[in-house]
Nanobody, 128 residues
Framework: QVNLVESGGGSVQAGGSLNLSCEDIRRTFIRDGMGWFRQAPGKAREFVAA????????TYAESVKGRFTISRDYDKNTLYLQMNDPKVDDTAVYYC?????????????????????WGRGTQVTVSA
């Protein structure tokens, strides 16, 4: 049963911009922390950004800080990742995930094993 559906991936030139979306199609995670992770070919899955259930707290990987912005729209049940100034090294499959254990107010975690539900991913390819 698919609960999280990513979209918005594609090809972009370095220095451009791309906005990824992740829809919570059953409104299951409306009060849960959520995050974005990515996996490049031959590499382990890595943390990108996360946001608390309340939307008040965010955290980012150092490699994307200042370039990517995570946000969520509660009316649309959708999580976003705005990617500005992407680099070739940002090429990966991007996954959104939901953390049902931390609750509404706790700061989000960057640990993949803390997330319970995952989308199927969307490919982002950044060319030089």
């Amino acid at each position: 049963q698919v609960n999280l559906v990513e979209s918005g991936g594609g090809s972009v030139q370095a220095g451009g911009s791309l906005n990824l979306s992740c829809e919570d199609i059953r409104r299951t995670f409306i009060r849960d922390g959520m995050g974005w992770f990515r996996q490049a070919p031959g590499k382990a899955r890595e943390f990108v950004a996360a946001i608390s259930g309340s939307g008040d707290a965010t955290t980012y990987a150092e490699s994307v800080k200042g370039r990517f912005t995570i946000s969520r729209d509660y009316d649309k049940n959708t999580l976003y990742l705005q990617m500005n100034d992407p680099k070739v090294d940002d090429t990966a499959v991007y996954y959104c995930a939901a953390d049902r254990k931390r609750g509404y107010f706790l700061a989000p975690t960057d640990r993949a094993n803390e997330y319970d539900y995952w989308g199927r991913g969307t490919q982002v390819t950044v060319s030089a």
